[in-house]
C-alpha cells in the first residue's frame, strides 16, 4: 500500500513538472521568436540607416557643387556692375560730349549765316567796293583768295561739327545698346543666382528631413537591439533554471532511487529477520554518499594567471574616462558613443589588447575566470552584453540607450554567462 501511494506521489510531481516544464518552454520559444523578429526588424532598419546616409552624403555632395556655381555667378553679377558702373558714367559723358557738339556746331552754322548775311545782304556794293580799293592787281587778287578762305574755312569747320555730332550720336546709340546688353545680362544672372540660392535651400531641407528620419530610424534600431538584449537576458535565465531543474530533478531521482533501495533493504532485512540494523546503516551510509556526489557538482575555482604587464586597475580607471558618455548601437568609440562591445574592445585596445568588437565572440577571449576569483580588468560576459569588471562586485559598460556609459551597476544584475581573463 505504501509503495502505491509512493508511486502515485511521483507521478503527481512529475506531471506537475511535466506542465510547468511545457510552460517554461513555451516562456523560452516566446522570447526566442520575439529575438529573432527584432533581428530581422534591426537589420531592416540598419539597412535603411546605410541608405539615408548614402542619400544624404549626395545631398551635400550637390549641395558644395551648388555653392561653388552660385560663387561664380555671384563673381559674375559683381563684375558686370562694375562694368555697368563704367558704362553709364561714359555715356553721361557721351551725352554731355554729344550736347556741346551740338552747341558748337550750331554756333558755327550762326557765325557762317552773320558772315554771309554781312558780305551779301548788304549788297554786291561791299563787295565791289572792297575790290575797287585795291591798290594793285596782287591787293585784288588777295582780297578775292580772302572771300573764298573765308567760305572754305567756314564750309569746313561747319562739315567737322557735323560729324563730331554724329559720331558722339553713334558712340552714345552704341553705348546704350552695350548698356542694355548688360542690363540682360544682369538679369540672368540674378535670376540664376536667386534659382541656385532657392535649389540650395530645398535641398538643405531635404538634408534636415533625412536628418529626422536617420534619428528616428536610429531610436528604433536602438529600441530593437534594447528589445533583443532583453530577450537574451529572458533565454538566459530560462536556460540557467532549465539547467538548475535538471541538476534538481536528477537529485530528487537519485535520492528517489536511494530511498527505495533503503526501502528495499529495509523489508529484505525484515524478512530475513537478522541483520535489520546493520542492513540499514548500510543503505543510510549509501543515501548519505548520493547526497554528497549529487551536490558536488557546478561551480569551479577557476583563476588563471595574468599573461600581460597591463594592470587591471588601469584599465578600469581608463574606462571611467568615458562614464557619461551616450550608447550608441553599432558604435566603436565611446568618445562619440559606443556600443556594449564596441566599448570593451576600445578600453582594451588602448592597452595593446585586441579582442573582436562582437559580444558574442568576446565570450570566448582569454582564459575563464570563475566569478568568484573574478579581478579588476576582466571581461564580465552576459546573454548579449558584456562588461568591464571593477572589483568589490561592480562593473563599467555601455548599459543601453537610456543609461549611455555608466559605472558603479551590480556585476550581477543579470545572469552571468562567463567570466573572462584578458590581461
Request: hydrophobic fraction near 35%.
Amino acid at each position: 500500500m505504501r509503495r502505491k501511494r509512493l508511486a502515485a506521489a511521483v507521478l503527481v510531481i512529475v506531471m506537475g513538472m511535466s506542465q510547468f516544464s511545457v510552460a517554461m518552454a513555451d516562456k523560452k520559444s516566446d522570447a526566442e521568436q520575439k529575438k529573432k523578429e527584432a533581428e530581422a526588424n534591426l537589420k531592416s532598419k540598419q539597412g535603411e540607416i546605410n541608405r539615408i546616409e548614402e542619400q544624404q552624403e549626395q545631398l551635400r555632395s550637390e549641395i558644395n557643387e551648388l555653392d561653388a556655381e552660385l560663387v561664380n555667378v555671384m563673381i559674375e553679377l559683381s563684375t558686370l556692375e562694375e562694368e555697368l558702373a563704367v558704362k553709364e558714367d561714359e555715356l553721361e559723358q557721351t551725352k554731355a560730349d554729344l550736347e556741346q557738339a551740338k552747341i558748337d556746331e550750331q554756333n558755327q552754322y550762326e557765325a557762317m549765316k552773320l558772315r554771309i548775311r554781312f558780305m551779301y545782304e548788304k549788297g554786291d556794293t561791299t563787295m565791289l567796293t572792297s575790290l575797287l580799293e585795291s591798290g594793285s592787281i596782287a591787293d585784288l587778287l588777295n582780297r578775292v583768295e580772302y572771300v573764298n578762305e573765308v567760305y572754305s574755312y567756314d564750309r569746313e569747320l561747319l562739315t567737322e561739327y557735323q560729324n563730331t555730332k554724329e559720331q558722339v550720336a553713334a558712340l552714345e546709340q552704341q553705348q546704350e545698346e552695350e548698356i542694355q546688353a548688360l542690363e540682360v545680362k544682369q538679369q540672368e544672372y540674378q535670376v540664376a543666382k536667386e534659382n541656385f540660392e532657392t535649389t540650395i535651400a530645398q535641398k538643405k531641407d531635404e538634408v534636415g528631413d533625412f536628418q529626422n528620419k536617420l534619428a528616428a530610424a536610429q531610436e528604433l534600431a536602438a529600441k530593437y537591439q534594447d528589445t533583443i538584449n532583453a530577450q537574451n537576458t529572458i533565454i538566459a535565465q530560462e536556460n540557467e533554471r532549465i539547467e538548475r531543474e535538471r541538476r534538481e530533478r536528477e537529485q530528487r531521482e537519485q535520492e528517489q532511487r536511494a530511498a527505495a533501495a533503503a526501502a528495499a533493504a529495509r523489508r529484505a532485512s525484515s524478512n530475513s529477520g537478522g541483520d535489520s540494523t546493520s542492513a540499514s546503516d548500510s543503505s543510510g551510509g549509501s543515501s548519505n554518499g548520493g547526497s554528497s556526489d549529487s551536490g558536488s557538482g557546478g561551480g569551479g575555482n577557476k583563476n588563471p594567471g595574468y599573461s600581460t604587464g597591463v594592470s587591471g586597475s588601469a584599465v578600469v580607471n581608463y574606462a571611467m574616462n568615458f562614464v557619461g558618455n551616450p550608447y550608441v548601437w553599432g558604435g566603436k568609440d565611446p568618445n562619440t558613443g559606443a556600443d556594449c562591445s564596441g566599448f570593451t574592445s576600445y578600453v582594451y585596445a588602448h592597452f595593446g589588447i585586441s579582442i573582436p568588437s562582437y559580444s558574442y565572440s568576446q565570450r570566448s577571449v582569454g582564459q575563464e575566470v570563475s566569478y568568484s576569483n573574478a579581478q579588476a580588468g576582466d571581461l564580465i560576459c552576459y546573454a548579449g552584453h558584456v562588461a568591464i569588471y571593477m572589483g568589490n562586485g561592480q562593473i563599467v559598460h555601455a548599459k543601453g540607450t537610456a543609461y549611455g556609459i555608466v559605472a558603479y551597476d551590480n556585476a550581477t544584475y543579470r545572469p552571468i554567462i562567463t567570466v573572462r581573463r584578458v590581461l
